[in-house]
């Protein structure tokens, strides 16, 4: 059974940061695509950044040169750096899983999600 587990949410000021982390078990994929996906209330779920098990990664516009994805494969986690946070970042994070897509895209149709973790940025 595939399990992801978020943690590392929180309430922070403006310019501030996190690191959000999804311990992973259960999948026995030889690759994949791995991802932060984020929902803020009223809105649809917009992908953030993805990975693959080589490490290329993708990341959406609107966190290019703030956010970091990173992965711990000895540990199976998946990590979140976010720096110089928004009000507008403020979301419920997700992450997911799938096979091993070409480029990793933004695709609502990961098999694997996380229950989430919630990031509140204050002005």
């Known amino acids: 059974q595939v399990q992801l587990v978020e943690s590392g949410g929180g309430s922070v000021q403006a310019e501030g940061s996190l690191r959000l982390s999804c311990e992973t078990s259960g999948y026995a994929y030889s690759d994949y695509c791995m991802g932060w996906f984020r929902q803020a209330p009223g809105k649809e779920r917009e992908g953030v950044a993805t990975i693959s098990g080589g490490g290329y990664t993708k990341y959406a516009d609107s966190v290019k040169g703030r956010f970091t994805i990173s992965q711990d494969k000895a540990k199976n986690t998946l990590f979140l750096g976010m720096t110089s946070l928004k009000p507008e970042d403020t979301a419920m994070y997700y992450c997911?899983?799938?096979?091993?897509?070409?480029?990793?895209?933004?695709?609502?149709?990961?098999?694997?999600w996380g229950l989430g973790t919630q990031v509140i940025v204050s002005s």
């Open positions: 997911a899983l799938a096979r091993w897509m070409p480029k990793c895209p933004f695709d609502m149709s990961f098999p694997y």
